[in-house]
């Protein structure tokens, strides 16, 4: 410890910069890890939301909800069978606003469930964001497809659906404008891939959310540029120690030949790593959380505890094996040889 410490102040500038480097690359990471979870939100708040569970579409639909249309005596089989199922359909649309101008929305409808809005012929309830449209609740909405008009009764918070509010409508105003009579989907909370019924394929919810094309390919370039930058990370500790190592090799022979340990070498490098690393991202989870916080209200920005306490645990661990990896030339270094190649 007082090895490491004492060249650390001899050697501020050459710390300093690791540290800053590290600083830049983890906050980079904590920001992009956050728009990854605030676009995950943003496009499939409304499945996230559900309970853990089973979801059911037609075998035939080829793993495309749209095309799937679950045959009505399968959907009332699995109802009342199952006490708290779901039978619900999903699709894009718009409504005309009071001033006429069109609102993308998501129009979901469902049976009788506790887990997704139920409303009445004609009524409609709205995710929250479409109050920054100007729609308040009492407003009168059209849609071109819909003979009748709809009233809105309220607002629900952070209900998404492929990035444009959910709207909730009842059933059979959902039929008169898709001109469709079966449901999409079945939803099973608590259930397991061991139920199978007749024509249909399950999925978890994971397995769900990666049917939609535009979530999964979102996900995977936003978590691939995370990983990446934590591979960096870990590299630059490895050369930063190596060169450094290098530079040292006379030393250690010193220090090897007066009766200090190799695993002791390890520790004051390892010491040294960890007080860097530490104080990095500290820095770098505070700006990170800074910025959740005054980020502006339509960036779909979202940083949770969990996830920062996982990627500064990845962080250390990366720092760690590059270190250590570097450090494997610590113990090849035979004192007599090191010492005749002179300390720099």
């Known amino acids: 410890m007082i090895l490491s410490w004492k060249e650390m102040k001899k050697n501020k500038v050459r710390f300093l910069i690791l540290g800053s ?6 906050l980079l990471t904590f920001i992009i890890s956050g728009l990854a979870n605030g676009l995950s939100q943003d496009n499939a708040a409304l499945i996230k939301d559900l309970p853990q569970g089973q979801f059911y579409m037609t075998k035939d639909a080829e793993k495309t909800y749209n095309l799937s249309k679950i045959d009505r005596s399968i959907q009332n089989k699995i109802l009342n069978k199952q006490k708290d199922a779901v039978a619900f359909s999903i699709q894009m649309g718009f409504l005309n606003d009071k001033d006429d101008k069109q609102q993308s929305v998501a129009f979901v409808t469902s049976t009788g469930s506790k887990l997704f809005k139920n409303v009445k012929h004609e009524e409609i309830i709205l995710d929250s964001s479409l109050k920054d449209k100007g729609i308040k609740v009492g407003d009168t909405l059209t849609n071109n497809q819909f003979s ?3 009233i809105v009764k309220g607002f629900v918070d952070q209900k998404k659906y492929s990035h444009v509010p959910v709207a909730y409508i009842n059933m059979e105003d ?9 449901m999409q989907l079945v939803f099973i909370p608590g259930g397991d891939s061991s139920q ?19 979530y999964n ?21 490895a050369i930063f120690f190596y060169m450094m190592n290098v530079q040292k090799i006379g030393l250690y022979g010193i220090l090897k030949a007066i009766g200090v340990k190799t695993s002791d070498l390890f520790k004051m490098m390892w010491t040294q790593m960890i007080f860097i690393t530490v104080i990095s991202l500290a820095m770098s989870i505070a700006l990170s959380q800074v910025f959740n916080m005054i980020a502006p209200k339509g960036m779909p920005f979202h940083l949770t505890f969990e996830t920062t306490a996982q990627l500064s645990i ?7 094996i590059g270190a250590t990896l570097s450090g494997i030339q610590i113990k090849k270094v035979e004192p007599l040889q090191a010492i005749q190649q002179g300390e720099v």
Do not use: H
């Not at 249909?200 to 939609?212: A, G, P, R, V, W």
């Open 314 to 320: 990845v962080f250390l661990v990366i720092g760690f």
């Open 148 to 150: 009748g008009k709809f």
């Open 21 to 26: 480097i590290v600083f830049l690359v983890s």
């Open 174 to 182: 959902y039929k008169q404008i898709y001109k469709v009579k079966e």
């Open 196 to 214: 199978e019924f007749t024509g249909l394929q399950s999925f978890s919810q994971k397995d769900f959310l990666n049917t939609i094309p535009s």
């Open 217 to 237: 390919a979102e996900q995977m370039s936003l978590n691939m540029i995370v990983w990446f930058l934590v591979i960096i990370s870990g590299m630059l500790f």
